[in-house]
């Protein structure tokens, strides 16, 4: 479930960063090709320094891509960090663990991070059609939801 999870949180990522960093639709697409390679950890960092996410999120993407790694490269002392409370664990126990394991404080917790997504995304505005698109002006790109409108090379590490 945790595997599920971290790939349903990253494609919504991956769908809503290029529209925050964006100035219109045709720039929110190029964005989204040019960053597509880019995974959920990566973005963490992006949108904490756009107020979407606060640290402590960004603290819990890290552990859960680190959790997702582990279970998907079988990695038994990752598995026995984060889920096992570090006792020791062998290769054949992983499963089991994972059966065990309480996945409703991690559902919840994602569920919440993808609010704060879609609530980003709702305070977001692009410049009208009748605007002139020749010289965008840092005006252009504005949100309701930030008191200063912050632009991709100023949020990109």
Known sequence: ???????????????TVPVLLSRNKLGAKIIGTITERRNLAEWGDVLRKLDVWTEDDVRFIRKLATIRNGIVHKNAKLISKHLNGGKPLEMYQIDFILDQMDCIPFFLRVLDLQAKLVYSLSHVSWPTESSDKSEPSRGAWTSSYWEDPKLADDVLV
């Not at 479930?1 to 769908?15: K, S």
């Open 1 to 15: 479930a945790l595997v599920e999870l971290h790939g349903m949180l990253e494609r919504q990522v991956l769908q």
